[in-house]
């Protein structure tokens, strides 16, 4: 059996579709969920969907070991970044070498790096007048969106989009090829 770890750190509603992609996939077990925020709606998510879910600070993260301890004694097979905001540490990566994936709401390398996320990326796409945008999966390195590229998918825009539509359409491509990309890569 895969197993999977997710983070999370905002609504979860790609925490919810990877879990009801994989639900009756005897193959995949989603081990937790873990957030860096008390307040996100994920956690409401996971309790109704019966995930368990913890939460965890910054010095549990990235000053302490903990919760590289914890995913190294869960040994998941993936860990995926779910609209989790934090950068990695360093450690992570080199614990868990290509088992890092994250998704990124624009087509990498644009619009990409730290702050880059959410409705500041579907901003900047409709102040630069792109005609399209679309998804990134890829893993994770020490940098922030600069992991090598899995998968990317596009959609068009038209010029009278606003930023809330484009993330629509974002999210619709992710909701699509997140949870696909993630069982090809844990039966790869």
């Known amino acids: ?8 750190s905002g609504s979860g509603s790609n925490v919810e579709n990877i879990a009801k992609y994989f639900e009756n996939n005897e193959q995949v077990k989603i081990l937790c ?5 008390k307040e996100a ?12 879910v913890l939460y965890f600070n910054r010095t549990a993260f990235s000053k302490t070991n903990t919760i590289l301890t914890l995913l190294q004694a ?5 860990i995926v970044l779910a609209g989790f905001l934090w950068k990695i540490p360093e450690s992570f990566v080199k614990a868990f070498p290509n088992k890092i994936l994250n998704v990124h709401p624009a087509l990498l390398p644009k619009y990409g790096g730290k702050g880059m996320y959410g409705a500041n990326v579907h901003q900047a796409v409709k102040d630069n007048k792109e005609s399209e945008t679309g998804i990134t999966i890829h893993y994770v390195n020490e940098n922030y969106d ?24 974002v999210h ?17």
């Open 1 to 8: 059996m895969k197993q999977v770890v997710l983070f999370a």
């Open 33 to 37: 969920v873990l957030t860096n925020n």
């Open 41 to 52: 709606k994920v956690i409401d998510r996971c309790q109704r969907l019966k995930i368990p």
């Open 74 to 78: 869960f040994s998941p097979d993936l």
């Open 146 to 169: 600069e992991g090598a590229i899995i998968h990317q998918s596009r959609t068009k825009l038209n010029p009278t989009d606003t930023p809330e539509q484009i993330a629509k359409k």
């Open 172 to 188: 619709d491509l992710e909701y699509e090829h997140f949870p696909k990309v993630i069982e090809q890569i844990l039966f790869a």
